[in-house]
């Protein structure tokens, strides 16, 4: 009895019982995967790469969201007795914020292209990731890349100036405000395939 009460103990709260153990770390899949399942990391291939404190994890709307650099979200929460083990704890690396980033963003110059068919929410796309840009992290250089990767081909135009004010606008809270509310997409974009060599 002293036995079984052990093991229903044991089995009761898994998920901190491989949390003890390190477990949590073994993940599904073998995509961009390093050693033990656990997800690369940028520091793993730069060791010495600057980080500096993420804007976010001082704005109080944001506290409760900043993860921990290995925190998971458990493939299977619920099994049958007996099932649980070391090799089954198949998990996801959590999204969401880190504590510290890699790069000053004051310095971050920051594209949005559309490519491809259009699709509902595009708009809103553009508009949500200008504002946390700007916002959240403090970015204050952020272009519109128009028309699909065409945008990005600057032998579409004679010049480069000609180019850019023909292919690319500025986004800011006033050029994204009210864009949610149209549709299509105020970038443009195009289906058409462009080589990165071209």
Partial sequence: ????ASVVASRARPLERLARRGVCGRAMGSDGMG???DVAHLSDFIPDIASYPSPLASKPGFLDDIRDRDERIMVDI?????ELCEDDARSYLRAGPRDRIFFK???VRAGIVT???LCPG???VVR???LSLWQNYGVRSITGIRYGLRGLRSDMSPNLEEHKSKFTIDLNPTTVLGIHQQGGTILGTDRGNYYADA
Avoid: I, M
């Fill in 105 to 107: 963003p004051e310095e």
């Fill in 78 to 82: 619920a099994v049958c007795k007996g």
């Fill in 1 to 4: 009895a002293h036995r079984q």
């Fill in 128 to 130: 949500e990731v200008t």
């Fill in 122 to 124: 595009l708009n809103s």
């Fill in 115 to 117: 490519c491809g068919g």
């Fill in 35 to 37: 050693e033990g399942g």
